[in-house]
């Protein structure tokens, strides 16, 4: 045990290193920081730091590894609102709306206020013309943020209109 420990925390130390140079790099990344990041986050075992490079690798727009990172994330806790909006916005970046509502879905459940949420599932309604999911963002819309709500409606009427 005490072997994996000290391996374990070495990763943690070394992933949390890597992340903050990343923070640093606001795109093509040097590909010796995106090894060390996919090998010790990998190895850190911790929800936090794959969150943390999930987002890294988003804003990197290299989505793969940004949702191979957040998935891992979910499957350790899968109603984490930070991994599950960080993993819709991934989607959303990536044009993957079909993965998106799901996800969508969830977060609403938990957080129906969120205004970032809420645009999101009104473009993901509209992209997939999901009409009872509009209504649904619609509805939550009109109770937590009004001012949202007239811009939506509009978008909704011109997404289905096509």
Not at 15 to 27: G, K
Request: aromatic share 8%.
């Amino acid at each position: 045990h005490r072997s994996d420990f000290l391996d374990q925390g070495k990763a943690i130390r070394l992933c949390a290193d890597a992340l903050y140079t990343a923070s640093s790099i606001p795109a093509n990344p040097p590909e010796p920081i995106v090894s060390k990041i996919k090998r010790n986050c990998l190895l850190s075992r911790n929800k936090q730091l794959f969150d943390q490079a999930g987002q890294v690798f988003g804003r990197w727009w290299m989505f793969d590894d940004s949702e191979m990172f957040l998935k891992k994330s979910e499957a350790l806790d899968p109603q984490s609102p930070n991994t599950l909006m960080s993993l819709a916005v991934t989607y959303h970046l990536s044009r993957n709306p079909e993965k998106e509502l799901p996800i969508l879905r969830r977060y609403l459940k938990i957080d129906p206020s969120n205004p970032q949420a809420l645009r999101l599932g009104t473009q993901v309604a509209g992209m997939l013309k999901n009409r009872e999911f509009a209504n649904d963002v619609l509805n939550l819309m009109e109770q937590h943020n009004p001012a949202l709500l007239d811009l939506a409606k509009k978008f909704i009427d011109d997404a289905f209109a096509n």
